[in-house]
């Protein structure tokens, strides 16, 4: 099984994003760890990219209390809508 790695940033707009997976890691190695063990669901070359995700807490004091303030109500919502 082949695997290579590649930087980004961003994809090509014929590709088609046909699932994601998110995984809490320390470090973009540590990412590229797991996402070599990942399967091949096509039985073609496929591509699968890496991308940071980042938390409130990630911008320390560049997030003003304002902008943590609506960040808590964006989650409590969101929090809400998938206990339904």
């Not at 190695?29 to 096509?42: D, F, G, S, T, Y």
Request: negative net charge.
């Amino acid at each position: 099984d082949k695997r290579s790695v590649t930087d980004g940033p961003f994809p090509e707009a014929k590709e088609l994003v046909a699932g994601f997976w998110i995984f809490q890691v320390k470090s973009k190695e540590e990412a590229i760890e797991w996402v070599k063990r990942c399967p091949n669901p096509l039985e073609w070359e496929a591509e699968i990219e890496i991308r940071q995700v980042f938390e409130a807490s990630d911008f320390g004091e560049a997030l003003t209390p304002e902008l943590r303030e609506a960040e808590e109500r964006m989650s409590a919502q969101m929090n809400q809508h998938a206990k339904r």
